[in-house]
């Protein structure tokens, strides 16, 4: 069993830590390791390969209001100004979501993070350091998400 702590940047293998290069390539090994993070979503598509909606969440108006309002009232403490500006907080979200592999929500937050005022260059600096604690997966999934956006 691979995984990393999340604090050290180092592999256990079977119980054994190996000390960790984020930067170096990746073996067999380590690509086992991010393989739940591997799965993307084609931007923009649901099952069929219908448009999604503008809003992913709008099906939640009807199926739970109430789950829907706690979600939206969480967005908004999150990513209210602050001690961070809203470009950061959304530059760090969009990492953590080229993190998990999903390409809609990368390229919604860098759309949002460049509204809130970031650059282009700080957008794909942020995809460096997603790669640095993540791995090499967050990079193919901003690039599919940058292909609408850049």
Known sequence: MFFCHPLEHRIVVRGT??????????????RGRQGKHRHT??????????????DPLKPFETLDPELLDLVRETNKFALAEGALP???????????DSAHGTVEGTRALADQAMKAGAT????VETIRVAQYI?????VYTAAHAFKELF
């Open 134 to 138: 993540s791995g090499v997966g967050s």
């Open 86 to 96: 809203r470009k950061i907080k959304f530059l760090i979200a969009m990492a953590l």
């Open 17 to 30: 830590p190996q000390l960790h290069s984020p930067l170096a390539g990746f073996n067999g090994a380590q």
């Open 120 to 123: 282009q260059e700080e957008v």
């Open 41 to 54: 979503r084609e931007a923009g598509k649901k099952k069929g390969g219908k448009k999604m909606a503008e």
